[in-house]
């Protein structure tokens, strides 16, 4: 099974993800602007959003992801204490790790995280650019909400989740 990396900018932290990503995305909505913006002003941060103002991402269903390394420096980073979203950083560096809806059954993993590894940007989500483009400079297709296959990719994952018999993952909740 295809295994991926994602380490945090000082290496102390190690997420290890297995199988093939769900998809892998940049958003723009509103609360992803804010928080990686948020967790760019923490103390030599690594850029978090990119040249265009989204925050990209590679998703995995949960039970593919665990932390291999520096568990203990896992942080949440929440934009509001009863936000059901959380964003966890390594302390050590404060790189952006992994975003998790609290009822979703995926991590959303900072896409920078996988270096040289990571896979290309497939859709730009929640983009409402004053010129309606519908994609951009490099061809990838912008949507202004959540398109009907990046919906189709989730409730497949989760269906294939349920058949799996290698329980969740091992990722607990950081400390805050």
């Known amino acids: 099974m295809k295994r991926a990396v994602s380490r945090c900018n000082c290496g102390r932290v190690e997420l290890e993800a297995t ?13 992803c602007r804010k928080g990686s ?26 039970d593919r992801v665990v932390c291999i390394k520096g568990a203990e420096l896992l942080k949440d980073y929440r934009l509001a ?4 979203t ?4 390594a302390e050590c560096c404060n790189s952006a790790m992994f975003l998790e809806f609290g009822k979703g059954h995926w991590f959303s993993m900072y896409r920078a995280r996988f270096g040289n590894d990571a896979p ?4 730009r989500i ?9 994609r951009d400079e490099h061809g990838v297709p912008s949507y202004r909400s959540a398109p009907l296959r990046l919906v189709l990719k989730l409730i497949s994952s989760r269906i294939a989740m349920f058949f799996n018999e290698t329980g969740s993952g091992s990722l607990s909740p950081p400390r805050k």
Not at 19 to 31: F, M
Not at 81 to 84: E, I, K, L, Y
Not at 86 to 89: E, H, S, T
């Open 81 to 84: 204490a009863t936000s059901p």
């Open 86 to 89: 959380r964003r966890v950083v």
């Open 126 to 134: 929640q983009r409402r650019d004053p010129d309606g483009a519908h």
């Open 19 to 31: 199988g093939e990503p769900i998809l892998c995305a940049a958003c723009h909505c509103r609360s």
């Open 37 to 62: 913006a948020g967790i760019e002003q923490l103390k030599n941060a690594p850029r978090v959003l990119d040249e265009l103002g989204g925050t990209q991402y590679v998703l995995y269903r949960k």
């Open 120 to 123: 290309k940007i497939t859709m």
